[in-house]
């Protein structure tokens, strides 16, 4: 299996019985210590009526499904198909990284006996593409062959579900199916949302451990946004297998997961694959090291896959040939590590990495080669950093669009990069915001308030659990100068009181409130102050709320403010009754 292969098997999602939710891209969603709200839950419905099953999505005839690196976007897609052919239905479902020539994808995706027997039927075939990002293809290859055999295709019959990684989505693409399908593009995009605090309970309670007291940990070191997230949601329940605590770096926790992933090998595949094998095992530490200059050339030369025998003109061009990256000594500790074959092929047998057959392998997630190359780039000099990850064009310098998330990364090991990056990307520097000094985390909030001038917040809403690494001495001056000017977007409006949230400054109170109940705020920001009483604000007030609750403070054409006041008051404050007396049919 591909996608999250790499992951312990207890936390695949078909065993474990999540139920993953998506919403619009521009849908609000309600989060609570990192987890999404729970749709099921008490208030999880009226919280988050935007929060979607795929299953809730069975009417719509393409739904494209993004979400960030380890979110889940493959085993969701295969959830949803376990689930459509229980019901008797037809799926043809195909990853996208196993195709490296137009011709090749054609021909399975329209010259396959499914899609021959469907076109001659009359029942409804579910077309399923994942890894739109991963693809060896071009971009504008890819969205040529899809949108070509789709032109005779009967669309009133077929049901297309697409993952891909949210950065890497072609507009092209996007506009294609739009036309297709006769929707709007912003119809078709969803957002894969964050895990419910249940489904990591019961992944802690799968492994063995106590699930409220594996919570309660995350959300005393503030690392829920982390847990809500599959792949880093198994590193932290192998780390806190160890010593029952977590640490606080995002790179800390990378380390020390795949470090022990290089411990732990699949079993069956290791004696497979050492049968015959000569030369010294390599301890944890040295698997790590040589894993890192193979994801260095991998990620760098954007291979997908890596082919262990052969040679260079057998090899297909998205494959990587093991052998070219032998040669040399890597340093670890005291130790000089030759990288031969045997060093190699070590390396490739841990669980970092999968087999897909044929004596080819993959990594078990993209993550982890984008933080492994960063590790072993991270000792060059910076001007040398700089030449690898940042281009420019006549807008300017940008980090390569294929190396943003190995840049965040460096930022994170390195932090004195933040000069030569921030003027790039501060949405790359944010990703590393939890290594920087306080000067460093003031400048990279103004460089994000003033960036959020330009971009929606639709690009980068998954960014935000990264805001709480962003506290300084200045902060709540800051952010209520931010906040207050209503002459600058309410976008950067609402980013300021988001950091504010974060960053959990109850400081902020009186500002929340006051933007919360003027009538003459933008309805947007006023949402996002109230919303933050609601999550970390006092008892007091979400007391004051009330006004919302009654809908006696303006405007309010979807109540909205009437249910986050509804919210800040009960039970506290409200009882039973007195919510009742107050809740109306919705106007919208």
Not at 25 to 30: K, N, Q, T
Request: include cysteine; charged fraction near 25%; charge should be negative.
């Amino acid at each position: 299996m591909f996608g999250l292969s790499g992951l312990d098997p207890t936390l695949q999602q078909p065993r474990l019985g999540w139920i993953r939710f998506c919403a619009r891209l521009d849908a609000e969603v309600e989060l609570e210590e990192g987890f999404l709200n729970d749709p099921g839950g008490t208030w999880g419905r009226l919280a988050n009526p935007n929060a979607l099953s795929l299953a809730d999505l069975a009417s719509e005839p393409c739904v494209v499904l993004l979400g960030e690196p380890g979110l889940g976007k493959t085993i969701a897609l295969e959830q949803e198909e376990a689930r459509l052919r229980a019901a008797g239905g037809t799926v043809d479902r195909i990853d996208l990284r196993g195709y490296d020539t137009g011709t090749d994808l054609g021909t399975r995706m329209f010259r396959s006996q499914c899609w021959q027997e469907w076109q001659k039927g009359s029942y409804q075939l579910t077309l399923i593409l994942d890894a739109v990002d991963e693809s060896p293809l071009p971009s504008n290859t890819l969205v040529r062959v899809v949108l070509d055999g789709l032109r005779t295709a009967d669309l009133t019959r077929l049901v297309l579900r697409i993952a891909c990684r949210h950065g890497a989505w072609p507009p092209a693409f996007e506009q294609g199916l739009a036309d297709r399908f006769g929707r709007t593009p912003r119809e078709l995009l969803y957002k894969l949302l964050p895990l419910r605090m249940a489904d990591v309970k019961e992944a802690a309670t799968h492994r063995g451990f106590d699930g409220d007291g594996f919570v309660a940990e995350v959300v005393r070191r503030g690392v829920g946004p982390l847990a809500s997230i599959p792949i880093t949601l198994d590193m932290l329940l192998r780390i806190y297998a160890e010593g029952q605590t977590l640490p606080k770096m995002r790179s800390e926790i990378y380390r020390r997961g795949l470090l022990t992933l290089c411990e732990e090998p699949d079993v069956a595949r290791r004696h497979e694959l050492e049968r015959g094998a000569t030369g010294l095992r390599l301890t944890a530490e040295q698997l790590f090291r040589v894993a890192a200059r193979i994801a260095t050339y991998t990620t760098l030369g954007g291979h997908t896959a890596i082919s262990r025998w052969g040679s260079p003109h057998e090899v297909s061009g998205a494959d990587f040939l093991l052998s070219s990256s032998a040669g040399g000594n890597e340093r670890v500790g005291e130790q000089q590590v030759l990288v031969d074959e045997n060093a190699l092929g070590q390396s490739l047998r841990t669980a970092l990495f999968v087999p897909v057959g044929g004596e080819r392998y993959r990594w078990g997630h993209r993550t982890f080669a984008e933080f492994l190359s960063a590790s072993y780039l991270a000792p060059r000099p910076p001007e040398q950093l700089r030449g690898v990850v940042v281009m420019a064009d006549d807008d300017g310098p940008y980090i390569t669009p294929q190396l943003r998330e190995v840049a965040g990364w460096l930022v994170d090991l390195r932090p004195e990069l933040f000069e030569l990056l921030l003027p790039s990307d501060p949405f790359v520097v944010l990703k590393g915001a939890a290594a920087l000094g306080e000067p460093a985390r003031e400048r990279l909030v103004e460089a994000l308030l003033q960036r959020f001038e330009e971009v929606s917040w639709d690009e980068y809403w998954d960014l935000w659990h990264s805001f709480a690494n962003l506290h300084h001495a200045g902060l709540v001056t800051q952010l209520t100068r931010g906040a207050e000017d209503r002459g600058v977007s309410a976008i950067r409006r609402r980013v300021a009181l988001e950091i504010a949230e974060q960053c959990r400054l109850k400081e902020m109170e009186p500002l929340w409130l006051r933007i919360a109940l003027d009538p003459a705020e933008s309805e947007e920001v006023r949402l996002e102050a109230a919303g933050a009483i609601v999550r970390v604000g006092s008892d007091d007030a979400k007391a004051r709320l009330a006004p919302l609750a009654r809908g006696e403070a303006g405007p309010d054409p979807n109540d909205e403010l009437r249910g986050l006041g509804l919210r800040a008051v009960w039970p506290r404050h409200w009882g039973a009754a007195e919510v009742l007396d107050h809740l109306t049919p919705p106007r919208n």
